[in-house]
């Protein structure tokens, strides 16, 4: 333990902790911008400077350890004086336009405008210029907008370990960008979102499909479909002032109604439809001899991930399509024959917490008859954005139910949005499947958390089954090593790009704290333990669904409606 | 024809990023886009930031030099002595800006601080001539003596 003061108050502090921390520790807070929890602090913005009682200059608290009999003052007209200048610095570098920004009233730089007082302009010179980049399906890049704080690079390189942009050039000319500042659908970026969670201003934004599916909705002849992930009901609360991890699926239903969806389906459904599939060619590749780990093809971002860098392993990816896919494909064949509806009429709308899934929809081999099997994308975001345009006021609404068959779940279904449970969901059916009973424990906990490779050995049978969950994609690369070399003993591995899963994905609501992420994760747990049904092969829908259509699980129709394939791009992002 | 430089590092060496780029610019006089590449996949490091570090340093360039290489001091003697207008002249003269090179190859304008020919201030320096106390007037005619000169020492250098 160490013994310091600040401003005052006598701090007993552990060793190693630096200033900022101590000080928060004890209700002080302090401004940051470059500094990000849990990385390495680079000092690199000075917002966060102190003084220290026999230093000459100001010291970042991010950066500088405590030592013991240390005197910091965090607030003084000195350093008061510090902030305000580097805000300052700051916004003339900036463009002004707050009122038309997408981050209005979100933005970090205008709350330390705002907590510094800045009122005039006080330094008029050249300000940087560059264009947006608008080439990726997913985001958009606008360099003009960026304070350089490095937390996307950072996250970007230290987390999630793709490095798609880092810093350029230097001095005014410093620009965060691709290599040769080409486009990002061109680079190593897989779009999953996590850099825009960090980007203190909207220099790094998901693009908008607010307006196509506007218009889609005012078009008389389209029949405007809705549906939603499961980790946006446990996020969307966030927005409204509602505690942290509020399950909000009753108004968000009564919310698309009202905007104008005809129905309102839950991807949970598809959810389920996924584990059916899933958990059968896992069954299929164990009794048969098929390439071995199998992996989930859940996440958008993590099959853009092993096309572009790692294709040797796409055999071993299920060929599932993903959830929302599997719905919409749904929708435009068995939906629309048994409701009568041109399936080219029907205009799918998934609000996901994702922005890689706007990209995935994009994709030629997720349609049929040139008819994409989701239209549109809307990230938990948006659709605030939407509902503010819409006059609905999400706080006032009435519950109401999705609608059927398509919007019927079971618990399984609910854990898909974070880290290990599209897992837990296969496992309980694959169970039944293999053993023809049910499982009794339904809650795996070593593959529940935040770590970053979690791995079980679960007895189903005679059958040993080896398994590992992949939570973000920079803890990927081992574990593909393995694969690649042979050596790997599991059986089946999960991977989910974000760090958490879809609850933490790029498209949810902008948050600096990974406490919030874990509330949410609660919310959707106990989605599943309130369920009536918590295993995808009791789902009576489902189960209607393959009597009705596709006859049984990884039948030949259902090869063709709920599965796809996967490309080795790596001559295309390579060279 | 980069590939040899790669004989005397160890891989997925960071530290080796600079002298590999120091390398490679020796060889071709400019660092191209498939060998930045190819030394992001040989120290593991990822092309963003190989990027990020040929940008960063003065040292390195991404575009093939001209034949004839302007360079003009901006050193505060110079700047007193209006080199800001010789650059501007320059400039507009050759159709580029600073750091470029003309379309067809003939020439490449850098700024540099200090030549330290102050004495004879403004002062570009073409290849390895001097040109002192030049006025704005005197470029057309520097230009001409250097559009039909044979190829330089530094164009040599990169066949």
Redesign the interface.
Same mark, same amino acid.
């Given at each position: 333990m160490v013994q310091l003061t600040i401003n005052g108050i006598k701090v007993n502090a552990e060793e190693g902790m630096t200033v900022l921390e101590a000080a928060k520790s004890v209700g002080i807070s302090i401004p940051t911008l470059c500094h990000l929890k849990n990385l390495d602090p680079t000092g690199a913005c000075r917002i966060c400077v102190v003084e220290i009682e026999g230093f000459k200059g100001l010291t970042p608290s991010c950066a500088y350890p405590v030592t013991e009999g240390m005197v910091v003052t965090t607030d003084s007209p000195r350093v008061r004086k510090a902030r305000k200048t580097i805000v300052e610095l700051l916004i003339e570098n900036h463009p002004q336009d707050c009122l038309i920004c997408v981050r209005n009233k979100n933005c970090e730089l205008q709350d330390l405008s705002e907590q510094y007082g800045v009122r005039e302009h006080r330094y008029v010179g050249e300000t940087k210029c560059h264009a947006i980049d608008i080439s990726s399906a997913s985001m958009e890049r606008d360099p003009a907008k960026c304070i350089l704080c490095g937390r996307c690079v950072r996250v970007c390189h230290e987390v999630q370990k793709i490095g798609a942009i880092d810093f350029t050039k230097r001095g005014f000319t410093s620009i965060v960008t691709t290599p040769y500042n080409k486009g990002l659908n061109v680079s190593d970026c897989i779009l999953c979102g996590q850099c825009i969670l960090v980007c203190p201003t909207a220099a790094l934004r998901e693009k908008s499909s607010i307006k196509e599916v506007a218009n889609a909705l005012y078009d008389r002849k389209k029949y405007c479909i809705a549906q939603v992930a499961p980790a946006v009901r446990a996020s969307l609360g966030e927005e409204y002032n509602m505690p942290l991890g509020t399950d909000v699926t009753g108004l968000l239903v009564t919310g698309l109604r009202r905007l104008g969806f005809k129905k309102v389906f839950d991807t949970n459904f598809a959810a389920d439809l996924t584990i059916m599939e899933e958990a059968t060619e896992l069954i299929n590749r164990i009794q048969n001899g098929g390439s071995l780990p199998m992996f989930t093809s859940c996440c958008p971002g993590w099959i853009k991930y092993v096309e572009m860098n790692r294709p040797e392993v796409l055999d071993h990816i299920s060929t599932c399509k993903s959830p929302h896919e599997m719905e919409g494909a749904v929708l435009k064949s068995y939906y629309a024959k048994k409701m009568g509806i041109d399936p080219a009429d029907i205009y799918v709308v998934s609000i996901m917490p994702c922005t890689v899934k706007k990209y995935e929809s994009n994709r030629a081999e997720l349609s049929a008859d040139a008819m994409p099997d989701v239209d549109a994308v809307l990230t938990t975001r948006e659709l605030v954005r939407f509902f503010k345009t819409a006059g609905i006021d999400f706080n006032d609404l009435p519950e109401s139910e999705f609608d059927n068959p398509l919007g019927e779940s079971t618990g399984a279904a609910a854990i898909f949005g974070t880290s290990g449970g599209v897992m837990e969901a296969a496992l309980r059916t694959a169970y039944f499947k293999i053993t023809g009973t049910e499982l009794e424990h339904l809650e795996f906990e070593e593959i529940r958390g935040m770590a970053g490779i979690k791995e079980a050995t679960v007895k189903i049978g005679d059958l040993d089954v080896s398994i590992a969950v992949v939570n973000g994609i920079g803890n990927v690369g081992p574990i593909l090593d393995e694969v690649q070399n042979g050596t790997s003993k599991h059986h089946f591995i999960e991977v989910m790009a974000c760090p958490g899963g879809c609850i933490n994905g790029g498209g949810q609501p902008i948050h600096q704290k990974p406490e919030k992420v874990a509330k949410r994760v609660k919310a959707l747990y106990k989605i599943d333990e309130n369920a009536k049904t918590r295993r995808s092969h009791e789902n009576e829908s489902v189960i209607t669904l393959y009597r009705e259509f596709f006859g049984e699980p990884n039948s030949h129709k259902a090869h063709e409606i709920l599965h796809t394939e996967y490309f080795d791009k790596r001559k295309i992002f390579k060279n | 024809m980069h590939s040899k430089i790669f004989e005397s590092y160890q891989p997925n060496d960071r530290s080796a990023l600079i002298p590999l780029l120091q390398d490679v610019q020796n060889i071709y006089g400019y660092l191209p886009?498939n060998a930045? +590449?190819d030394i992001s996949d040989f120290v593991k490091?990822?092309?963003? +930031?190989?990027?990020?570090v040929a940008?960063?340093y003065n040292q390195f360039r991404l575009t093939p030099l001209g034949e004839n290489i302007i360079r003009v001091c901006r050193g505060t003697a110079c700047h007193v002595k209006n080199s800001a207008n010789i650059l501007f002249a320059l400039e507009t003269e050759l159709g580029i800006t600073a750091g470029q090179t003309t379309r067809d190859k003939k020439f490449t304008l850098e700024v540099v601080n200090c030549i330290g020919a102050c004495s004879i201030a403004p002062v570009i320096l073409v290849n390895d001539d001097y040109h002192g106390r030049i006025t704005v007037k005197d470029i057309p005619k520097i230009l001409k003596k250097y559009q039909t000169v044979k190829k330089t020492e530094t164009a040599e250098v990169m066949k």
């Amino acid at each position: 333990m160490v013994q310091l003061t600040i401003n005052g108050i006598k701090v007993n502090a552990e060793e190693g902790m630096t200033v900022l921390e101590a000080a928060k520790s004890v209700g002080i807070s302090i401004p940051t911008l470059c500094h990000l929890k849990n990385l390495d602090p680079t000092g690199a913005c000075r917002i966060c400077v102190v003084e220290i009682e026999g230093f000459k200059g100001l010291t970042p608290s991010c950066a500088y350890p405590v030592t013991e009999g240390m005197v910091v003052t965090t607030d003084s007209p000195r350093v008061r004086k510090a902030r305000k200048t580097i805000v300052e610095l700051l916004i003339e570098n900036h463009p002004q336009d707050c009122l038309i920004c997408v981050r209005n009233k979100n933005c970090e730089l205008q709350d330390l405008s705002e907590q510094y007082g800045v009122r005039e302009h006080r330094y008029v010179g050249e300000t940087k210029c560059h264009a947006i980049d608008i080439s990726s399906a997913s985001m958009e890049r606008d360099p003009a907008k960026c304070i350089l704080c490095g937390r996307c690079v950072r996250v970007c390189h230290e987390v999630q370990k793709i490095g798609a942009i880092d810093f350029t050039k230097r001095g005014f000319t410093s620009i965060v960008t691709t290599p040769y500042n080409k486009g990002l659908n061109v680079s190593d970026c897989i779009l999953c979102g996590q850099c825009i969670l960090v980007c203190p201003t909207a220099a790094l934004r998901e693009k908008s499909s607010i307006k196509e599916v506007a218009n889609a909705l005012y078009d008389r002849k389209k029949y405007c479909i809705a549906q939603v992930a499961p980790a946006v009901r446990a996020s969307l609360g966030e927005e409204y002032n509602m505690p942290l991890g509020t399950d909000v699926t009753g108004l968000l239903v009564t919310g698309l109604r009202r905007l104008g969806f005809k129905k309102v389906f839950d991807t949970n459904f598809a959810a389920d439809l996924t584990i059916m599939e899933e958990a059968t060619e896992l069954i299929n590749r164990i009794q048969n001899g098929g390439s071995l780990p199998m992996f989930t093809s859940c996440c958008p971002g993590w099959i853009k991930y092993v096309e572009m860098n790692r294709p040797e392993v796409l055999d071993h990816i299920s060929t599932c399509k993903s959830p929302h896919e599997m719905e919409g494909a749904v929708l435009k064949s068995y939906y629309a024959k048994k409701m009568g509806i041109d399936p080219a009429d029907i205009y799918v709308v998934s609000i996901m917490p994702c922005t890689v899934k706007k990209y995935e929809s994009n994709r030629a081999e997720l349609s049929a008859d040139a008819m994409p099997d989701v239209d549109a994308v809307l990230t938990t975001r948006e659709l605030v954005r939407f509902f503010k345009t819409a006059g609905i006021d999400f706080n006032d609404l009435p519950e109401s139910e999705f609608d059927n068959p398509l919007g019927e779940s079971t618990g399984a279904a609910a854990i898909f949005g974070t880290s290990g449970g599209v897992m837990e969901a296969a496992l309980r059916t694959a169970y039944f499947k293999i053993t023809g009973t049910e499982l009794e424990h339904l809650e795996f906990e070593e593959i529940r958390g935040m770590a970053g490779i979690k791995e079980a050995t679960v007895k189903i049978g005679d059958l040993d089954v080896s398994i590992a969950v992949v939570n973000g994609i920079g803890n990927v690369g081992p574990i593909l090593d393995e694969v690649q070399n042979g050596t790997s003993k599991h059986h089946f591995i999960e991977v989910m790009a974000c760090p958490g899963g879809c609850i933490n994905g790029g498209g949810q609501p902008i948050h600096q704290k990974p406490e919030k992420v874990a509330k949410r994760v609660k919310a959707l747990y106990k989605i599943d333990e309130n369920a009536k049904t918590r295993r995808s092969h009791e789902n009576e829908s489902v189960i209607t669904l393959y009597r009705e259509f596709f006859g049984e699980p990884n039948s030949h129709k259902a090869h063709e409606i709920l599965h796809t394939e996967y490309f080795d791009k790596r001559k295309i992002f390579k060279n | 024809m980069h590939s040899k430089i790669f004989e005397s590092y160890q891989p997925n060496d960071r530290s080796a990023l600079i002298p590999l780029l120091q390398d490679v610019q020796n060889i071709y006089g400019y660092l191209p886009e498939n060998a930045l +590449r190819d030394i992001s996949d040989f120290v593991k490091v990822p092309l963003s +930031r190989v990027y990020g570090v040929a940008t960063f340093y003065n040292q390195f360039r991404l575009t093939p030099l001209g034949e004839n290489i302007i360079r003009v001091c901006r050193g505060t003697a110079c700047h007193v002595k209006n080199s800001a207008n010789i650059l501007f002249a320059l400039e507009t003269e050759l159709g580029i800006t600073a750091g470029q090179t003309t379309r067809d190859k003939k020439f490449t304008l850098e700024v540099v601080n200090c030549i330290g020919a102050c004495s004879i201030a403004p002062v570009i320096l073409v290849n390895d001539d001097y040109h002192g106390r030049i006025t704005v007037k005197d470029i057309p005619k520097i230009l001409k003596k250097y559009q039909t000169v044979k190829k330089t020492e530094t164009a040599e250098v990169m066949k």
